[in-house]
């Protein structure tokens, strides 16, 4: 179950956002997406641990924000959270913490924009749900803060003198590690193209081999070098003779 909770200190602005989510979501097998406000901090705070499988939060940001995100990720790491910001300068607070945001949307956001964010970050939860099965996890420290991230929320991983970039939806992960302790925990759906990039190949959308470049379907691209041609034209091949693709 995929469902939207809005948060919004001032009631109106968060009944007018419930009011365009609601005009925007789709029904998908079978089932409904709800959306509910909260205009009290202190309401929805109460409200998150009875909330334990994956939403979507839609914040504004104010005083209760790092609070609040902090416990929306305690309740399931693999919430979605989206900063809704009155200015430009409201996100970068915020997008400096650990924990980053899917996506940013204005206080006056229109339909499409609303939209637009709940159609992607839905097609990322659908995702997930279709590798339910897989639960492997690669753990890391940051700064003396442990993470876990699950690999079938990682992209792309990059690896540059030594240190390791992870790149979700919405999150990148800087941290020092190798690349081979990080590929040897990996799923084999992971495939190495460069002896710097390492893609899930479960988010490739196309693939150009005569500009080298595999296009991912969250719009970022990854170049593959001449060396890892052949085993990329393999992997392919037999992904596609199994139906994978």
């Known amino acids: 179950m995929f469902d939207i909770l809005i948060y919004d200190s001032e009631k109106e602005k968060a009944e007018s956002l419930s009011a365009l989510c609601k005009c925007c979501v789709k029904k998908s097998a079978g089932e409904s997406i709800s959306v509910k406000s909260y205009y009290s901090f202190t309401t929805i705070y109460n409200a998150l641990p009875e909330y334990t499988c994956i939403m979507l939060y839609m914040l504004r940001k104010d005083r209760y924000l790092g609070k609040l995100s902090a416990s929306i990720r305690k309740s399931n790491d693999d919430n979605y959270i989206v900063l809704v910001v009155s200015c430009a300068e409201e996100m970068f607070g915020f997008m400096g913490n650990d ?3 899917a996506a940013i949307l204005p206080v006056q956001a229109n339909q499409e924009q609303v939209g637009y964010v ?16 897989d639960n492997s996890f690669y753990s890391f420290r940051i700064r003396s803060i442990d993470y876990k991230v699950s690999f079938r929320q990682i ?15 919405g999150q990148i992960f800087e941290f020092y590690d190798s ?13 190495r193209v460069h002896r710097s990039f390492v893609v899930n190949t479960k988010f490739i959308d196309q693939i150009n081999y005569s500009e080298k470049t595999i296009y991912m379907n ?6 593959f070098s001449r ?3 052949p085993m990329v034209k393999k992997y392919m091949s037999e992904a596609l003779k199994e139906n994978i693709f």
Do not use: C, H, W
């Open 155 to 169: 992209i792309i991983i990059e690896v540059q003198s030594k240190k390791i970039t992870l790149r979700t939806a």
């Open 218 to 223: 969250d719009g970022s691209q990854v170049f």
């Open 118 to 133: 709940i159609d992607e970050i839905y097609a990322d939860y659908s995702r997930l749900e279709e590798n339910q099965s």
């Open 99 to 101: 924990t980053k945001p």
């Open 179 to 191: 690349l081979e302790s990080v590929m040897s925990r990996a799923p084999d759906y992971f495939l």
């Open 227 to 229: 060396s890892y041609s």
